[in-house]
């Protein structure tokens, strides 16, 4: 069974310092991992996703993960925060050769950037 | 202009009340999905349809129904066996070329309430 943990319910951080989101993933196999941010009432938007090559991704809005094998993790970072990125933020994965089976989403990391 | 249309934004249902959420998209994607969201319990999946005429149960399938009539479209029912159906509800769809390394567009929500 594919699942995902974010630990954090909420992460609170200054505008201008480095912010991280942690996600955690079990799966069998190798991951597809995604990170998606929600901001109120709105649908989901694509940050950026991990599937072969390179352990640290590029993303949207200069947002970057790092991918983690041996610790199955895959933490979203950002050098420098900014008030207009806070947002509901969250983790998805799934298997490789899983048969197109559905994302699993974590429950949710709420970020704000206070100014 | 090409995305996922969810309507209306905003619905309210009487008790004992069918209601159904439309979900249209024109990316020619393949698969298409229903999540509900509710606080602190993230994105749990309601059914997901992959090919017309064809779609499978999800997690929490209880008291909903779905149709795959056209590629283009898939509603979502909530039926009046769904006890506490107040919540958030997003509709996403992928292609599934390739070997499924494609994350989700997602539609703008439409949020249910009970009266």
């Known amino acids: 069974a594919q699942s995902v943990a974010q630990p954090e319910d909420q992460v609170n951080v200054a505008e201008g310092n480095p912010l991280t989101v942690k996600c955690t993933y079990s799966?069998?196999?190798?991951?597809?991992l995604f990170w998606y941010v929600q901001y109120p009432n709105r649908g989901l938007q694509f940050l950026l996703k991990y599937i072969t090559g390179d352990n640290l991704v590029k993303g949207s809005y200069g947002f970057e993960a790092e991918f983690n094998k041996s610790q199955t993790s895959f933490h979203l970072k950002k050098p420098s925060a900014l008030v207009s990125d806070s947002a509901l933020y969250f983790c998805?994965?799934?298997?490789?050769?899983?048969?197109?089976?559905?994302?699993?989403f974590g429950k949710g990391t709420r970020l704000s950037v206070i100014a | 202009d090409g995305g996922i249309t969810q309507s209306p934004k905003y619905l309210f249902r009487k008790e004992g009340q069918n209601v159904t959420l439309s979900c249209e998209q024109n990316?020619?994607?393949?698969?298409m999905y229903w999540y509900r969201q509710d606080p602190g319990q993230g994105l749990r999946l309601i059914y997901y349809s992959q090919i017309v005429n064809d779609f499978q149960k999800g997690d929490i399938a209880e008291g909903y129904s779905v149709s795959r009539e056209k590629k283009e479209s898939f509603p979502l029912t909530v039926t009046s066996a769904q006890k506490n159906p107040t919540a958030f509800y997003l509709c996403?769809?992928?292609?599934?070329?390739?070997?499924?390394?494609?994350?989700?567009?997602f539609g703008s929500g439409t949020r249910l309430t009970v009266v």
């Open positions: 996403a769809s992928t292609p599934l070329t390739g070997p499924g390394d494609y994350g989700y567009s």
């Open positions: 998805a994965v799934r298997a490789l050769n899983s048969g197109n089976t559905p994302l699993v």
């Open positions: 799966v069998s196999g190798n991951p597809y």
């Open positions: 990316l020619n994607h393949d698969a």
